[in-house]
Nanobody, 115 residues
């Protein structure tokens, strides 16, 4: 079993930055890819960014140039650096890990962008 614990969410003014972290523990084996989704009230959960074990990245058009996804193998931690935040970025952010043993989700962390 794999546990994912997110942190780093909160309230930020437009134009500000936040860094989300997703610490993975447990039986982490043969990661295929990992990433972040977000879900605003009344809206489906959408992919924000993903990264493969080989380092290939993919971003939603709405966050390209502003968000950066990365993985620290020594710490088993996934990051999402979010810059130039906009009110439309307000959502609950969920990390995920896709391995040969299963697909795992974090509990979610709230990000609110408001003045």
């Amino acid at each position: 079993q794999v546990q994912l614990v997110e942190s780093g969410g909160g309230l930020m003014q437009p134009g500000g930055s936040l860094r989300l972290s997703c610490a993975a523990s447990g039986r982490i084996a043969s990661i295929n890819n990992m990433g972040w989704y977000r879900q605003a009230p009344g809206v489906q959960r959408d992919l924000v960014a993903s990264i493969t074990w080989g380092g290939g990245t993919n971003y939603a058009d709405s966050v390209k140039g502003r968000f950066t996804i990365s993985w620290d193998n020594a710490k088993n931690t996934l990051y999402l650096q979010m810059n130039s935040l906009k009110p439309d970025d307000t959502a609950v952010y969920y990390c995920y890990l896709d391995t040969v043993l299963g697909h795992y989700w974090g509990q979610g962390t709230q990000v609110t962008v408001s003045s």
